[in-house]
Nanobody, 126 residues
Framework: QVQLVELGGGSVPAGGSLRLSCAAS????????MGWFRQAPGKEREGVAT???????RYADSVKGRFTISKVNAQNTLYLQMNSLKPEDTAMYYC????????????????????WGQGTQVTVSS
């Protein structure tokens, strides 16, 4: 499995912005699906955004138009730009990366046995 380190969390007022980064090591970007997930206290982990090896992106309805996922292959880094933050965006954010056969992101991404990193906390105050 790829080694990932999430950075960039913090506390901001509603309407503010944050940029999360995910530094990856131990692989190349070819044929990898990557994404951001979050988990709020007492809730299940949920998908926020994914990006496949071709650069196609998908977003959860709750963040469409506010969040942007991107990657810089030369830096082995995945980003999540978060604008117009809301209190309901408060959560621990995690990045994930998995090798897939075609580089596309399957509905099951990541696999059930995926080993999550430590994440980075995002807190949005009202």
């Amino acid at each position: 499995q790829v080694q990932l380190v999430e950075l960039g969390g913090g506390s901001v007022p509603a309407g503010g912005s944050l940029r999360l980064s995910c530094a990856a090591s131990g692989y190349t970007y070819s044929k990898y699906c990557m994404g951001w997930f979050r988990q709020a206290p007492g809730k299940e982990r949920e998908g926020v955004a994914t990006i496949d090896s071709a650069g196609s992106t998908r977003y959860a309805d709750s963040v469409k138009g506010r969040f942007t996922i991107s990657k810089v292959n030369a830096q082995n880094t995945l980003y999540l730009q978060m604008n117009s933050l809301k209190p309901e965006d408060t959560a621990m954010y995690y990045c994930a990366a998995e090798l897939t056969l075609t580089g596309a992101c399957p509905p099951s991404f990541p696999s059930p046995a995926y080993s999550w990193g430590q994440g980075t906390q995002v807190t949005v105050s009202s």
